[in-house]
């Protein structure tokens, strides 16, 4: 080979192997540009971690761990190699940035070096914490973005026109966190969201979950949506049939839009092969029916309309939606019978509850292979429990209380459900029984288990259960005392324990069990007061026998809320400790023989809001000190020997609303300071059975706010917790001592009756127009009746009896057309009775002792005395008609006696509201005694 010849081929061996070289280096992966690199390391010293902050955004995304991604960025590295961040092969620019709960917390300004990143195509920064920034414009900057996710990151304010440039879109998340009482929140307006749908043509995806809209829904969505969520937005207005028809839509979330009404699709969705989750759930579906046309929506797998106002029966096509998995119906008004489960086979979770259902739970329920959770409480289903129950054992979750179901129920059903940790059958017509006297009958996996009326006399079934968290036996027949092995069987679970409505003599020491809640009222408890465990929030041991005094060792029990101590044979002083208590919001010792002087002092700060003295024998002064429990709402130290004048200091308390004083020896005039505003939010007041003196207080009267309005707005207060109170008031009205279970907010009372008042009956009383009962009797009031009086438009009972009336009784009392109990006898009253709906059925005891009176019912000296006609009045006699204006309010009545002559007064209880489920509030723990006492 010539020299020539060999150089031609090193050559080109040579050019060759560079331009391999050339041509590899060219399909490398290309590093991060440094200005990227500098851009997200300044970005990221903007912003801290905080795990115990940002997880709690990052829980909206359950299949997803929270954990800081940025701690791997550091210059050191390439950018491209940092967790979160892709970047283009090629040109190695940046991407797709996902910081998703990676519990980031900070501000993004309008400066962040986070918009230098202008090549992203996909940015996801949900679940963190920016709970100080305002959604940018300048995210309107991304114009090459596909995938934009803000959501579930505390962002507030409006979100900016400006994301309706990001013309590129495919899925766009901006939902908002479960905060609907908080003033921050994200906003959009309904310009701005035709505007999002107009140019955002390209969507897939779409999520505004609670950001606030309050618009109708636009038309304009476009045809390649699969998933649209818009849930919690304030929605109104109608929804349009069209969403119905999107050919792609898979995912439809509007949910809890109040405001939104509308009416499912009569005809095959065209969605309908697609479609795989459709929830609707408060949205107001008010009359129509669950529609036939379901059974064409053959891909569903998640339907939840809960809430819906939706009638009648459960369309049969309905259990042949063979890949059904998730079924939400509660709280409707569905009715007829539950039908076969044969095509069933895929549900994994069925909630039916607080409904009509009626009928037989069906045998084929053993056809639900795969379900994990079924909830019908609060139906009328009806019928034996059917074995084949024991078949499902991939149940968690099984709650068929506050039913109609009856017969005996061995447990032995459930010991082969090896996974079930939620366990009611509370509230219908069964008997537990153990027939074959097993121990292990239980299963171990039970965390929640409520029996309550369910006729358990014995607790052998519960032996194997030993990780039990919250057990309800309440209302059953378990008598003497609690066997030994029963709590240490819980020592290192047990929360929650009813055992309240039995038949119990002695519970014996309480073990060192982690207690959160003890439940037992209305017992036959003898002997002292239990130790317990400084971890005791609830403590209800009211209604038993228990005698001596309130332990020392109660001052150790410092995480106290609510103690319930009614209503038992306790004396001695009472303790200066549970005055200190600050976590104790409720106090309850009424009905006790406690004695000596209250000389407690309660602190500043303390959280008390109820307490109850009623019915003991304490003696001497009000303490001054109850002015630092600036939380009070309820004070009631009736009957006892209190010695003191008006507290009048009470009135800086701007949460009290009731104050019941009755049957102690106060005295003198009551008097309030004219420049002060004292007492303005209460509407409830008992000073019956005192000694005051003077004229009636025109001072407090013209403090008294709350009783001035009627707020027809007014509900009972909800609670997010687990439980909370619901107070009683006990209404004395002819002889009957009636407590009120109810909404006492709607229910405003004056007792001043039995004292020494004299004078005139002020005509400003005529302002307190939410008052329903209003007792002023047996005092030595003088004068005529005011007419103001008739401005009192809901006054229930009116009392003025026993006292040196005169004069006619006013005509606008006639036009009172809610009051149910009238009693102006033993006065001096003359001239002619009124004649309207309401006093035509009074009868002639509610006048006697006014010699001067004339008319129906007394006599018919007053032109004609016919009863006016009326299609509004039923005339109810006796004793019934007492209890009239309560029935009209859907109340309970519990009748007991009293001791302080024909007043009206008021006592104060408590009910416990427990959670029958994980953070889910729960029927009132009801007082079902009915007692009629003969008066004294």
Request: one cysteine or more; a negative charge; glycine letters at 6%.
């Amino acid at each position: 080979m010539g020299y020539g010849r060999l150089l031609l081929l090193l050559l080109a061996s040579f050019f060759l192997r560079h331009e391999f070289a050339f041509s590899f280096s060219s399909l490398a992966p290309q590093s991060c540009p440094e200005d990227q690199s500098l851009a997200l390391i300044e970005f990221n010293k903007t912003l801290v971690v905080n795990a115990s902050l940002a997880t709690l955004n990052c829980q909206f995304y359950e299949a997803q761990k929270a954990y800081p991604r940025t701690s791997s960025w550091v210059m050191s590295k390439d950018c491209c190699s940092w967790d979160g961040v892709i970047c283009d092969e090629m040109t190695g620019h940046v991407i797709e940035l996902n910081l998703s709960c990676s519990q980031l917390v900070g501000n993004i300004d309008t400066n962040s070096s986070l918009f230098q990143l202008t090549y992203l195509q996909r940015l996801d920064l949900s679940g963190n914490d920016f709970s100080n920034s305002q959604i940018s414009p300048n995210f309107g900057r991304f114009t090459s973005l596909t995938h934009l996710d803000l959501s579930h990151s505390s962002f507030s304010g409006q979100i900016p026109s400006e994301i309706s440039h990001l013309s590129k879109l495919q899925s766009l998340g901006l939902s908002g966190d479960f905060a609907l009482f908080f003033d921050d929140e994200l906003g959009l307006p309904p310009h701005d969201f035709k505007l999002i749908l107009q140019n955002l043509t390209q969507l897939r995806e779409l999520d505004l979950r609670y950001v606030n809209i309050f618009s109708s829904i636009p038309l304009n969505f476009s045809s390649h949506l699969t998933t649209l969520k818009l849930g919690g937005t304030g929605l109104n207005g109608i929804i349009p049939e069209s969403i119905f028809h999107l050919p792609n839509l898979q995912v439809l979330n509007l949910e809890g839009n109040n405001a939104l009404s509308g009416n499912f699709s009569k005809t095959k969705w065209n969605s309908s092969r697609s479609l795989v989750d459709l929830s609707l759930s408060a949205v107001n579906f008010s009359g129509d029916f669950l529609p036939y046309s379901l059974v064409y929506v053959t891909s569903l797998q998640f339907l939840v309309l809960y809430s819906c106002n939706l009638l009648g029966p459960i369309p049969k096509s309905l259990w042949n939606l063979t890949h059904l998995e998730y079924l939400d119906l509660r709280n409707n008004h569905l009715e007829g019978q539950l039908e076969d489960f044969r095509y069933s086979s895929a549900l994994l979770h069925i909630d039916i509850s607080n409904n009509q259902l009626k009928g037989y739970l069906p045998k084929s329920i053993q056809n639900l292979v795969n379900v994990a959770h079924i909830d019908l409480v609060h139906n009328q289903l009806q019928g034996p429990l059917p074995k084949s129950l024991q078949n499902l054992v991939n149940l968690t979750w099984l709650d068929l209380s506050s039913n109609n179901f009856n017969g005996s129920v061995d447990v032995s059903v459930f010991s082969n459900l090896k996974n079930l940790n939620y366990l009611s059958l509370s509230y219908n017509s069964i008997s537990l029984t153990n027939e074959n006297e097993v121990r292990s009958t239980l299963p171990q996996s039970l965390e929640y288990l409520f029996l309550s009326a369910c006729e358990v006399r014995e607790l052998d079934i519960l032996r194997s259960a030993t990780i039990l968290y919250y057990l309800d036996l309440s209302n059953n027949k378990i008598q003497g005392r609690i066997p030994d092995w029963v709590l240490p069987n819980w020592t290192h679970s047990m929360s929650n324990l009813n055992l309240s409505y039995n038949m119990l003599t002695s519970i014996g020491p309480i073990p060192r069990i982690p207690l959160n809640t003890i439940d037992l009222r209305s017992n036959n408890l003898q002997g002292s007061l239990p130790n317990l465990l400084p971890t005791l929030q609830y403590l209800f041991i009211s209604n038993n026998n228990l005698k001596g005094e309130i332990p020392l060792s109660f001052c150790n029990l410092t995480s106290l809320k609510v103690l319930d101590l009614a209503r038992n044979n306790l004396k001695g002083a009472f303790p200066q400790c549970l005055s200190t208590m600050t976590y104790l919001e409720v106090l309850d010792v009424q009905h006790n023989s406690l004695s000596g002087d209250l000389l407690t002092t309660f602190i500043f700060g303390s959280g008390l809001k109820s307490f109850n003295l009623h019915g003991n024998m304490v003696e001497g002064k009000i303490p001054r000190s109850l002015a630092n429990c600036m939380q009070l709402e309820a004070l009631d130290l009736g009957n006892n020997y209190q010695n003191d004048t008006f507290p009048m200091w009470l009135g800086t308390l701007s949460n009290l609303q009731v104050l019941s004083l009755r049957s102690n020896k106060l005295h003198g005039a009551v008097r309030t300071s004219t420049s002060l505003k004292l007492f303005p939010q209460l509407w409830m007041l008992d000073l019956s059975c005192n000694a005051f003196t003077a004229e009636l207080p025109t001072s407090l009267f013209r403090n008294l706010k709350a009783m001035r309005r009627i707020d027809q707005t007014m509900k009972v207060p909800v609670d997010r917790t687990q439980r909370y109170y619901q107070d009683s008031v006990t209404v004395v009205t002819k002889g009957l001592e009636l407590k009120v279970v109810g909404i006492l907010s709607l229910y405003t009372t004056m007792d001043l009756s039995s004292n020494k008042f004299e004078g005139h009956i002020p005509s400003m009383m005529g302002d307190l127009i939410a008052l329903r009962v209003l007792n002023l009797s047996h005092n030595g009031l003088q004068g005529p009746i005011p007419p103001s009086l008739g401005k009192l438009s809901v006054v229930e009972s009116l009392d003025l009896s026993s006292n040196k009336l005169s004069g006619e009784i006013p005509k606008q009392l006639a036009s009172l057309t809610s009051l149910a109990v009238l009693n102006l006898s033993r006065n001096h009253l003359e001239g002619c009775i009124p004649k309207g709906p309401q006093f035509a059925t009074f009868e002639n005891n509610s006048y006697e002792g006014n010699d001067g009176l004339r008319g129906f019912p007394v006599s018919g000296g007053c032109g004609s005395h016919q009863i006016p006609e009326t299609n509004n009045t039923t005339f109810v006699p006796d004793e019934e008609s007492d209890l009239t204006f309560l029935s009209e309010l859907s109340w309970k009545v519990v009748l007991m006696g009293y001791g302080c002559g024909l007043i009206i007064g008021f006592s104060i209880s408590y009910f416990m509201l427990s959670s029958r489920k994980p953070n889910w509030l729960s029927r009132v723990a009801e007082d079902l005694e009915y007692r009629i006492i003969m008066r004294s």
